[in-house]
């Protein structure tokens, strides 16, 4: 089942401005990670955040997490066409599943020179 | 460590045909997932494994597909027969404990079409 929502689901920007996707979650889970998807790759992991953290960062990635409104944002500022992928959220069911990752539909991101 | 290896990178099959899709993981890893991409329905998990073992194949959409893992290094995906909803990427990926702390590290796919 899916447990992730992105939303928006496309996203088109200029290069120098910030991007913020969001992402929206159903039950309770342990962590909520990021991840990329460059046209015809497979996907690689940005961040990981868990349920107590409230926001991290990495390079110029930020994300939080609200778990009292089970929902995520990831900000890429100062974006560069190299950013143009799909964005997927991702979350850790603490039930029936375990231990794997749940994906949402991806928001697309096209940052354009 | 090169990374997961997905084969092969393309398949093109008729439909009834029997498709293998084959994955070898990170080295270490003990978790090993396989996951299906298509643009109506996202990525959903097919079935993941751990030390060898399936662990939840709830995912798997109906007893044409198959999976195995017979040992540390080696899984195989099977669709017998094969059908024109079956087309899609299919994804391999691998963790180290799991991914309630750590991440998955995904194989570049399988796009598989069936005509």
């Known amino acids: 089942s899916q447990q992730g929502e992105e939303d928006p689901q496309a996203l088109s920007i200029q290069e120098g401005e910030n991007a913020t996707m969001n992402c929206s979650y159903k039950?309770?889970?342990?962590?909520l990670q990021w991840y990329r998807q460059n046209s015809g790759r497979g996907l690689v992991h940005l961040i990981l955040?868990?349920?107590?953290?409230r926001e991290k960062h990495s390079g110029r990635l930020r994300v939080t997490l609200d778990t009292s409104k089970k929902s995520s944002s990831l900000l890429i500022t100062a974006s560069r066409a190299a950013d143009t992928a799909s964005y997927f959220c991702?979350?850790?069911?603490?039930?029936?599943?375990?231990?794997?990752?749940?994906f949402g539909k991806g928001t697309s991101l096209l940052v354009t020179p | 460590d090169a990374g997961v290896i997905q084969s092969p990178r393309h398949e093109v099959t008729e439909m009834g045909q029997e498709v293998t899709l084959r994955c070898k993981p990170i080295?270490?890893?003990?978790?090993l997932f396989w996951y299906r991409q298509t643009m109506m329905r996202g990525l959903e998990l097919l079935i993941y494994?751990?030390?060898?073992?399936?662990?939840?194949d709830s995912g798997m959409p109906e007893d044409r597909f198959s999976a195995k893992m017979p040992n540390a290094s080696f899984s195989t995906l099977k669709i017998q027969p094969s059908e024109p909803r079956d087309s899609a990427v299919y994804f391999c990926?691998?963790?180290?404990?799991?991914?309630?702390?750590?991440?998955?590290?995904f194989g570049q796919g399988t796009r598989l079409t069936v005509v």
């Open positions: 990926a691998s963790s180290l404990g799991g991914t309630v702390d750590t991440e998955a590290f």
């Open positions: 039950t309770s889970i342990n962590n």
């Open positions: 955040i868990r349920s107590n953290e």
């Open positions: 991702a979350t850790d069911e603490l039930a029936n599943s375990g231990y794997a990752l749940n």
């Open positions: 080295s270490g890893h003990d978790y």
């Open positions: 494994f751990n030390n060898n073992v399936p662990i939840d």
